[in-house]
């Protein structure tokens, strides 16, 4: 069984989650935007091990606490696509931005295309290259448990930004409506921001992608 818990992080309250397996403990923290000791907090109380980090997209507020997360856990990080590198490269520039505290660029172990899996512990993650909000935004999606980890893509009754550089609405609406409604109604997701919800929801009423829009 995989289970996740949201961990509220940065000023601009980006889901970070924690990931762990059942069965043998083991954790991933996906998108540690910032506040680390909130987040090692989380890890101390679930009494899991962080084996990896994995990123769905290049913003400072998902992406900003990685370097030193896993610099201070020696951990590997995955993902996300290699389109959102130059976000990744540019997060110093991004503190300075948004006005968050001074934060280093990494480089991902392992970058992540369209039908790669990660895993976390003895949990297989699909994993589905969805741009629009960013080139290179990736999901998370756990079929046995049908959860997505969706980041900036989809939220509750509202859709990513697509006015930040390469950012694309046509295709962030195609990410959503051909490779994220097809996983099934049923499947709740984690946005980047706000609260859960399920594809079935918004196929019904969110107003920029549902069925009737």
Known sequence: MLHCRTIPVTPFEQNCSLLWCDATGRAAVVDPGGDIERILAAVREEGVQVEKI???????DHAGGTAALARQLKVPIEGPQEEDR??????????KMFGFPDVDSFEPGRWLNDGDT???GAETLQVIHAPGHTPGHVVFF???SRL?????????????????????????VASIRKKLFPLGDD???VPGHG?????????????????RA
């Open 118 to 120: 990660v895993t976390v």
């Open 54 to 60: 994995l990123i769905t997209h290049g913003h400072i």
């Open 86 to 95: 130059f976000w990744i490269a540019g997060m110093p520039q991004q503190s």
């Open 148 to 172: 997505a980890i969706v980041g900036d893509v989809l939220f509750a009754g509202s859709i990513g930004r697509t006015d930040f550089p390469r950012g694309d609405h046509a295709t962030l």
């Open 195 to 211: 609260p859960r919800s399920t594809f079935g929801q918004e196929r019904a009423y969110n107003p920029y992608v549902a069925d």
């Open 142 to 144: 756990h079929p046995g």
């Open 187 to 189: 499947v709740t997701f």
